[in-house]
């Protein structure tokens, strides 16, 4: 019997974690995980769960792995670039679509290059026949925000038809 892993730890470039080459991909973090899991012995199944950015890397996980997990955990998570770029920006002004944009191409707090990683997760297997469970509290996300509450707000439906349509790709899911 494994256990909970959950994909809030310092990765690479934050909190006390060593520097990587930037930008990274989402297919470098699971692959560092991956390792980390296994030099650390931590048997498996797992039951991953991941807020934010971890829970983009826990749906990759879950799909390059299958054989190690035994069920997903998604919150809020960053949602893959397209089709959230496709339908959101047109919903905000020419400085926020370049902001947007800049995001996705790696310009965060984990230099992310989230339109690579979108494609790995794109191309990957299959999501695994296991209980995946997609938890969202966009308006209370948006309101928690000091900055960007508008446009949070604004864009909240399309966020959440994108990660419906991402739930719907797991055969065993739930979105809440």
């Given at each position: 019997m494994g256990g909970l892993i959950f994909i809030d730890h310092d990765r690479a470039n934050i909190g006390s974690s060593d520097a990587a080459p930037t930008p990274r991909t989402a297919a470098g973090v699971v692959s560092d995980l991956h390792q980390l899991l296994e030099t650390a012995d931590v048997p498996g199944p797992y039951v991953l769960a991941g807020y934010g950015n971890g829970g983009f890397f826990v749906q990759l996980y879950g799909r390059r792995y299958s054989d190690e997990?035994?069920?997903?955990?998604?919150?809020?998570?960053?949602?893959?670039?397209?089709?959230?770029?496709?339908?959101?920006?047109?919903?905000?002004?020419?400085q926020v679509r370049a902001e947007e944009r800049a995001y996705y191409r790696g310009n965060n707090d984990e230099h992310i290059d989230w339109l690579a990683s979108s494609k790995q997760l794109e191309n990957a297997p299959q999501p695994p026949?296991?209980?995946?469970?997609?938890?969202?509290?966009?308006?209370?996300?948006?309101?928690?925000?000091?900055?960007?509450?508008?446009?949070?707000?604004?864009?909240?439906?399309?966020y959440e038809q994108v990660t419906r349509e991402v739930t719907q790709q797991w055969p065993e899911s739930s979105y809440r």
């Open positions: 997990v035994e069920g997903v955990v998604v919150m809020n998570p960053v949602a893959p670039a397209y089709p959230w770029l496709e339908r959101a920006l047109p919903l905000f002004d020419e026949s296991v209980p995946f469970e997609m938890l969202i509290s966009t308006e209370r996300e948006c309101l928690s925000m000091p900055e960007g509450r508008q446009l949070c707000l604004e864009s909240h439906e399309v």
